[in-house]
């Protein structure tokens, strides 16, 4: 299977809160992060967390890591029509030091 | 402005053909790393970089080759051998250490003719 996993699509109408999940299997995992990727775009850093905290909040997200599932989830308060990308999570290890694992991505629609 | 650029925005080549395509950064970042993007798939790391002078393969290198003789600059060789060159290449830089996230650049769209 793949190190890092998540569901493809997600719908939500605006102004509702959206939540992006993504599972890893690598248990030295070191940081966790959210990339956002805009139609014929590079990634944009939205946010990261260590391993070893299970919630970080910046504005309009939040982001939760239950360590034991291995189990990251993006949360976006108030989700507007300029949310519509792709998501990527992608992780990085402390066995190899400098590189990033990434998740297929999940397209977020926002319908007005 | 500090960051990544990369050159061309779009490449057209033909079959058979070597391309090379650019990436430049002035974020004084050590490593630099090209990754390869298809349709519904996540990043796959083609080559990093940590330092200048030395790179390593990353899990798709085959058909691409890389220098780093310039701290600032990692450029991407897309050669004939590459069996399926036809994607959206990015590259990105962040400093070493457990954070490794990094910035990205806009991205190279290489086509195969």
């Known amino acids: 299977g793949e190190d890092v996993e998540q569901s493809l699509f997600l719908s939500v109408r605006e102004g509702d809160s959206s939540v992006i999940n993504c599972t890893y299997t690598?248990?030295?995992?070191?940081?966790l992060y959210w990339y956002k990727q805009e139609p014929g775009a590079g990634l944009q850093l939205l946010t990261y967390?260590?391993?070893?905290?299970d919630m970080k909040q910046d504005q309009r997200l939040t982001v939760l890591l239950n360590k034991k599932d291995k189990h990251l989830s993006l949360r976006i308060a108030d989700t507007q029509t300029g949310d519509s990308a792709i998501y990527f999570c992608?992780?990085?290890?402390?066995?190899?030091?400098?590189?990033?694992?990434f998740g297929r991505g999940t397209q977020l629609t926002v319908w007005p | 402005d500090g960051g990544i650029t990369q050159s061309p925005k779009y490449l057209f080549r033909k079959e058979g053909q070597n391309v090379t395509l650019s990436c430049e950064q002035n974020?004084?970042?050590?490593?630099m790393y090209w990754y390869r993007q298809d349709p519904g798939q996540g990043l796959r790391l083609i080559y990093y970089?940590?330092?200048?002078?030395?790179?390593q393969k990353g899990d798709i290198a085959e058909g691409y080759s890389v220098s780093r003789e310039k701290k600032e600059s990692f450029p991407l060789t897309v050669t004939s051998a590459q069996k399926n060159p036809t994607a959206f290449y990015l590259c990105?830089?962040?400093?070493?250490?457990?954070?490794?996230?990094?910035?990205f650049g806009p991205g190279t769209r290489l086509t195969v003719l």
């Open positions: 990105a830089s962040s400093n070493l250490g457990e954070l490794a996230g990094g910035f």
């Open positions: 690598d248990s030295s995992s070191t940081y």
């Open positions: 967390i260590f391993s070893n905290m």
């Open positions: 992608a992780e990085s290890r402390r066995s190899t030091l400098g590189r990033l694992y």
């Open positions: 974020l004084n970042h050590d490593a």
């Open positions: 970089s940590q330092i200048v002078n030395d790179f």
